[in-house]
Nanobody, 115 residues
Framework: QVQLVESGGGLVQPGGSLRLSCAAS????????MGWYRQAPGNEREFVAS???????HYADSVKGRFVISRDNAKHTATLQMNSLKPEETAVYLC?????????WGQGTQVTVSS
């Protein structure tokens, strides 16, 4: 089992920035991809960004140019730098860890964008 713990959520004003972190522990793998999804009340879970072992990144169109995902392979952590945040991006942000067919999810961290 892989355990994921997210941190860094909170309240931010529109146009502001937040930095989310996700730490993986337990039976981690040498080859894995980490990513972020978000889910707002009443909405389906939405892909935000992902990053592979080799550092290849993928972003949802809605966050390109504003969000940056990075990782530390040695520490099994992933970070999501979110800039120019919008009120409609208020959601629970969830970390996900993939290795082969295995998939693990964190509990999520709340991000609220409001003045």
């Amino acid at each position: 089992q892989v355990q994921l713990v997210e941190s860094g959520g909170g309240l931010v004003q529109p146009g502001g920035s937040l930095r989310l972190s996700c730490a993986a522990s337990g039976s981690t793998f040498s080859l894995y991809t980490m990513g972020w999804y978000r889910q707002a009340p009443g909405n389906e879970r939405e892909f935000v960004a992902s990053i592979t072992n080799g550092g290849n990144t993928h972003y949802a169109d809605s966050v390109k140019g504003r969000f940056v995902i990075s990782r530390d392979n040695a520490k099994h952590t992933a970070t999501l730098q979110m800039n120019s945040l919008k009120p409609e991006e208020t959601a629970v942000y969830l970390c996900v860890y993939w290795s082969g067919r295995l998939e693990y999810w964190g509990q999520g961290t709340q991000v609220t964008v409001s003045s």
